[in-house]
């Protein structure tokens, strides 16, 4: 008798260990980006060629700084930024809100340079003519017309050599301009100070061009020696993109150009329907179960429906313990233990009644039943926790979250299936001296 | 309740014809796939753009799919219709066109739609993801296979393992029969077939072996029908929860796990058609060539 005592304690412990931790599940069970919506981003590097894969790295490395800074700065919780080989960078922004700003401030290089503008009218017309000098280069000024779409308007001739990068940014923030319109302010470091001081000194009356990745962002005359290392950029922002400028200018250039190489949306509302979908789904297949198993095995099938409810409430609280992504698929895994958890105890059962066809005692028939039965349980248990292992560590995405919960799911089962429910049988049919089974 | 009780059919007996039957499907399934080619593959492994989005009125596919040719993208794209309310829709689209159709789907729709979801796959990481589904997957495969020689004896492992193949190959022929495509998921689903459809060959090969080790008879067509027919309940019993389960996950789920239910779905129901038709017969028919005695 104690040592039922010691079991049904073990079993009750379990129970409420498992309640504990997944308790209450909206909050302690941790939703993947396809069920909570939001963005996945997969970036690549750009290569440049004969570039060893060694420095390749090392860009990778400092690209996902940047961009760590970047997004920190967008106040978004919980991101993911991981690197993936020597080239490649995935990003998880969970719940994002307007997620195509949020991949084009990840993925803009901000390569920021201050290029002096070159007033030579036959130079100027010489560039135009498709014949540019060297050492020059021709951009474009991008303006905003009247409807708010941005154009490139003027073109300018630029010295091709930058007299001034982004690199000696230390701050950068939104301020306005006399007429209003929120303006970017540039504080530069000790060095970088130094340089447009000399920069601005040298070439008073002449523009200077601030240029952002290629394009100019604005052109404004050098009226004075500038000494304390201040500049601004102006252009008729609006006060979203003066943030964003401010954002990416501030965390720095990214050191190549990252193409986006693959790209998930997610949006709420599809991740509300997965959610209802896959609930519904686990929800009525587990029904369907645990009606049939009473109908086919009367008392003995309400047993094992006690121990699919268990098997459920382990694999969700293991889940909730260590912190375990759920996904759609991760449901599924979760419907799909509902229809292989009784499958033990089907094993089990059937062999029983072989075992009392064959004229042993309720007790000795049990028994027999679950010691003849465990080889063939364990077997396809194992073969299916193998796949449920592979997919869990060489899944991608959501089908990870099904390898972890098919894999939660069948071990659990083990416990379930067979620790649970002979212990239930054996004290039963004890106490009760239970002379003919009904199964 | 039983439903299948002292059965005793000669499952083995016409084994060569669900050989024949079995190998037909096949071979019809790869010959469509050949044919088809890419088309075979989902967006996540030839590259591409998915749009999910959904109308707050009917609309009809047709005047949907004019409007995305009327942008004159290059490539073939696909408009497929969610659910019956004519609202819901997923369009594949060639690389980088998403942007140009949502434009224009502004344009003729206004307000009228959101979008629910966007994925954009381009072609490197599309082999890479190739790459890796198909890592995993073989990686899986061999470790049930080594599982599998472990437990049992070289023959039943061969025979088992044909069976998975068989299953794994019904279930690709028959969704390319369908017109359905082969993306991540579907070669997840696959790899749970050939992790769960083993079960059942591994219950009857159980039983074999117990019956083996209580006879010296060497009469063994008779010994395996024997244990196929004493397994047959507990065989179709534990398929049939978990296929309540899948049909549940087939109707209801969404459409995201729409082919993936529907792989599981024929994977299990093959699965256990070939753990009684098929891995057994190998067995029986490799220990009838060599004349060797079983040993386990």
Redesign the interface.
């Known amino acids: 008798m104690k040592t039922y005592y010691i079991k049904f304690g073990v079993i009750i412990g379990v129970i409420g260990v498992c309640f504990y931790l997944f308790y209450p599940p909206t909050q302690k069970l941790k939703k993947g980006l396809?069920l909570q919506g939001g963005v996945h981003v997969?970036l690549?590097l750009e290569k440049e060629e004969n570039i060893e894969e060694k420095s390749i790295s090392d860009l990778a490395d400092r690209a996902l700084e940047i961009i760590r800074n970047r997004i920190d700065a967008l106040g978004v919780t919980e991101p993911l930024i991981q690197k993936e080989g020597t080239d490649r960078i995935i990003i998880d922004l969970p719940g994002v809100k307007n997620p195509e700003k949020a991949i084009e401030i990840i993925g803009k290089t901000a390569l920021l340079e201050f290029k002096l503008v070159i007033d030579d009218e036959s130079l100027f017309k010489q560039a135009l003519n498709g014949n540019i000098p060297e050492g020059y280069e021709l951009l474009y000024l991008k303006e905003k017309d009247e409807r708010g779409i941005y154009r490139e308007t003027q073109p300018l001739l630029l010295k091709k050599e930058p007299e001034l990068t982004g690199k000696y940014i230390v701050d950068a923030y939104v301020g306005y301009d006399r007429t209003g319109f929120p303006d970017v302010n540039l504080v530069l470091d000790k060095e970088g100070a130094k340089i447009f001081e000399e920069v601005t000194g040298k070439n008073i009356g002449k523009r200077l061009a601030i240029v952002l990745d290629g394009v100019i962002k604005s052109a404004p005359m050098i009226k004075e020696r500038i000494p304390e290392g201040k500049a601004v950029i102006t252009g008729k922002f609006t006060m979203e993109e003066a943030r964003e400028l401010a954002i990416i200018l501030r965390s720095g250039a990214l050191p190549a150009k990252l193409?986006?190489?693959?790209?998930?949306?997610?949006?709420p509302?599809?991740g509300k329907?997965?959610i209802q979908?896959?609930f519904?789904?686990?929800l009525?297949?587990?029904i369907?179960?645990v009606i049939?198993?009473i109908?086919?095995?009367l008392h003995f099938g309400l047993l094992a429906d006690f121990a699919l409810a268990l098997n459920i409430l382990i694999l969700l609280g293991i889940m909730a313990g260590i912190k375990g992504v759920l996904t759609?698929?991760g449901i599924?895994g979760i419907?799909?233990t509902?229809?292989?958890a009784?499958?033990a105890n089907?094993?089990i059962f059937?062999?029983i009644?072989?075992e009392l066809r064959g004229g042993k005692s309720p007790k000795a028939s049990v028994d027999a039943g679950y010691y003849?039965a465990w080889?063939?349980i364990i077997?396809?248990n194992?073969?299916?926790?193998?796949?449920?292992?592979?997919?869990f560590?060489?899944?991608?995405?959501?089908?990870k979250g099904?390898?972890l919960t098919?894999s939660i799911g069948i071990i659990a089962n083990l416990f379930t299936a067979v620790y649970v429910t002979k212990t239930i049988v054996d004290w039963i049919i004890i106490n009760r001296k239970i002379e003919r089974l009904r199964i | 309740m039983e439903l299948i009780k002292n059965t005793n059919f000669d499952f083995l007996g016409k084994r060569k014809f669900f050989y024949v039957f079995s190998i037909s499907i096949i071979i019809i399934g790869l010959i469509f796939m050949t044919i088809k080619g890419e088309k075979n593959f989902g967006v996540d492994f030839v590259g591409g753009d998915l749009l999910n989005i959904e109308f707050n009125q009917k609309t009809d596919i047709v005047n949907l799919r004019n409007t995305i040719g009327e942008t004159k993208i290059k490539g073939s794209f696909t408009v497929q219709e969610l659910g019956t309310e004519s609202k819901k829709f997923i369009i594949r689209l060639p690389q980088n066109t998403s942007n140009i159709v949502l434009k224009k789907l502004e344009e003729k729709f206004g307000n009228n739609f959101i979008v629910k979801g966007k994925s954009i796959i381009s072609p490197s990481m599309s082999i890479s993801l190739r790459k890796k589904s198909i890592k995993a997957f073989l990686i899986g495969l061999i470790g049930i296979l080594i599982y599998l020689t472990i437990r049992f004896e070289f023959k039943f492992a061969v025979g088992a393992t044909v069976a998975i193949f068989h299953d794994i190959l019904i279930v690709i022929s028959i969704l390319v029969l369908s017109g359905k495509q082969i993306d991540g998921l579907v070669i997840a689903s696959l790899l749970t077939i050939a992790g769960y459809s083993v079960n059942d060959t591994v219950v009857i090969f159980d039983r074999i072996r117990e019956n083996l080790r209580k006879t010296r008879s060497t009469d063994y067509i008779s010994i395996f029908n024997k244990s196929i027919n004493e397994t047959l309940s507990r065989t179709i019993l534990t398929v049939l929860t978990t296929i309540f389960v899948v049909l549940s996950i087939f109707f209801f789920g969404g459409e995201t796990l729409h082919t993936f239910s529907f792989c599981l779905l024929i994977g299990f129901i093959f699965g256990t058609y070939s753990s009684i038709f098929i891995a057994s017969a190998i067995v029986i028919d490799w220990v009838k060539k060599s004349s060797s005695r079983i040993k386990l």
């Open positions: 396809d997969v690549e193409n986006i190489i693959y790209q998930e949306v997610v949006g509302t599809l329907e997965y979908k896959g519904k789904a686990s009525y297949g587990a369907i179960v049939f198993m109908f086919y095995y759609l698929p599924a419907a799909l509902c229809g292989m009784v499958d089907v094993l059937e062999r009644r072989e003849r080889t063939a077997d396809s194992i073969t299916t926790l193998i796949t449920g292992f592979v997919l560590i060489f899944g991608e995405g959501p089908i099904f390898g098919l």
